[in-house]
């Protein structure tokens, strides 16, 4: 039978994204709808271990829907990776009659959820919460879809420059080991090409295109760049090799890391942090653990943080083809 849930934790973990404060309010707010207590941790994992935790209540998470970053704070916690730091946790966990948790993150939050249920039998809950929707098992991570709408009103200022001065930009995303935010802004912007990690371009592929882009009268371009894209160990070399094989372009780089992390959620990721949290609490009341909540086909489900872990989010073959077609 299972355990009786009378009280839910809720933390933050890893890089904070924008949906998380819409997830935290959920939670809070389906755990009063239930009847449950629900207890804010703060400082991720570390809080746990710290004992650094608040009981929060309907009212405690007004006008929070709208924010960016989380209320909670995120912290990476490297005393948690240790069997003696986990202890703590869980002994804080127990001592505050904290019953099961909800943690929203990327994989690495995750991963110490997962190893956290295996050694005490402890009831988690993942909800998705990372810009570059890396994650298995859901179409949206929170986060991304605000995102890509930061990164492609970026673009279209930077165009503005790049077509008053006839430039060639190279624009730096997130995405060290995933392409998503750089192919589906690189589309919506209109950008010239678009390199991912994915799909190895290559140098001499890259000048051409930009050759064949001068030719056809274009009098600047635009590259989107995943950070993690593997043609050169990074955007400035990309534009030292552009410069001396392409005189003719003038070069600028334009790196816009954390701002794509900030600002106010999309009602996208307003709306999907509020299914998640929904979904995440009930599943618990329903004696389910070790999940991850994500969406599939526009429906909320469940897939096991071992695979949510462990598999990895592909590219969009079609879009790799729209991209292609696009820039021609």
Do not use: W
Not at 277 to 287: H, M, Q
């Amino acid at each position: 039978m299972s355990k009786i849930i009378k009280k839910i934790g809720v933390l933050t973990s890893g890089g904070d994204s924008p949906g998380m404060n819409a997830a935290i309010r959920s939670v809070v707010r389906t755990c009063a709808y239930h009847n449950v207590e629900c207890i804010g941790i703060y400082r991720g994992y570390q809080g746990m271990i710290e004992g650094d935790f608040k009981e929060m209540g309907p009212r405690s998470v007004n006008n929070i829907v709208n924010k960016g970053g989380t209320i909670l704070k995120s912290a990476r916690s490297m005393d948690f990776k240790t069997p003696d730091g986990r202890k703590r946790a869980h002994e804080n966990l127990v001592n505050a009659g904290i019953d099961a948790l909800v943690v929203i993150g990327g994989d690495g939050t995750f991963t110490g959820a997962e190893i956290f249920n295996n050694e005490f039998g402890y009831p988690v809950m993942g909800i998705p919460g990372t810009i570059d929707n890396d994650i298995f098992g859901t179409s949206h991570t929170l986060g991304y879809d605000t995102a890509l709408n930061t990164v492609v009103e970026a673009i279209d200022k930077i165009r503005d420059t790049a077509s008053s001065h006839n430039r060639l930009f190279f624009v730096e995303v997130m995405g060290r080991d995933a392409g998503h935010i750089a192919l589906n802004a690189g589309i919506g912007a209109g950008a010239e090409e678009i390199l991912i990690p994915e799909e190895d371009l290559g140098l001499e592929r890259l000048l051409e295109s930009l050759q064949k882009s001068k030719a056809s009268g274009k009098s600047s371009s635009i590259v989107v760049v995943s950070e993690g894209d593997k043609i050169g160990k990074n955007v400035f070399e990309l534009k030292e090799y552009v410069e001396e094989n392409l005189p003719e372009y003038d070069v600028r780089v334009s790196v816009l890391g954390h701002m794509q992390r900030g600002g106010s959620p999309s009602c996208f990721d307003r709306v999907l942090a509020s299914r998640l949290g929904v979904k995440a609490v009930e599943s618990i009341l329903e004696g389910k653990s070790n999940f991850m909540v994500g969406l599939y086909q526009d429906k909320v489900a469940l897939t096991p943080l071992e695979q949510a872990i462990k598999g990895s989010s592909k590219i969009d073959e079609e879009l790799l083809r729209v991209s292609d077609i696009m820039t021609t």
